[in-house]
C-alpha cells in the first residue's frame, strides 16, 4: 500500500514538474506574442498621427491658397444672393429642384 502510494507521489510530482514547465513556456511564448502586438499598434498609432498632421496640412486654408495661387490660379466669385447660384443638371440637382418648383408653385 506505501509503494502505490510513493509510486503515486512521483507520478504526481513528475507530471506537476512537467505541466508547470510547459505553461511557465506558454506564457512566455504568449507574452513575446503581446509585446509584438504592442509594437505593432505603436507603429500604427505613430502613422495614424503622421498621417492626422500631414492632413491638416494639406487642408489648411493657407495651403489650399498658396496652391491655388501657385497653379490654378482660380478667383472667388461674387455671390450677392443665394438664388443666383445655378447647379448643373445632375440626379442630385433634380431630386433637390423638384420641392423647390412645388414651393415656389404654393407660393
Do not use: C, H
Request: charged share 25%; aromatic share 8%; glycine share 2%.
Amino acid at each position: 500500500m506505501m509503494r502505490i502510494f510513493i509510486i503515486f507521489i512521483i507520478i504526481f510530482s513528475v507530471t506537476g514538474t512537467v505541466w508547470s514547465m510547459w505553461l511557465s513556456s506558454e506564457i512566455k511564448n504568449e507574452d513575446l506574442k503581446l509585446k509584438i502586438i504592442n509594437k505593432k499598434i505603436l507603429n500604427l498609432d505613430e502613422k495614424i498621427r503622421l498621417a492626422d498632421a500631414e492632413w491638416s496640412f494639406i487642408t489648411s486654408a493657407k495651403n489650399i491658397e498658396y496652391l491655388n495661387n501657385k497653379y490654378l490660379k482660380l478667383q472667388a466669385i461674387p455671390i450677392s444672393d443665394i438664388s443666383s447660384i445655378t447647379l448643373k443638371k445632375t440626379i442630385l440637382s433634380e431630386k433637390i429642384d423638384k420641392p423647390i418648383n412645388i414651393i415656389k408653385g404654393i407660393n
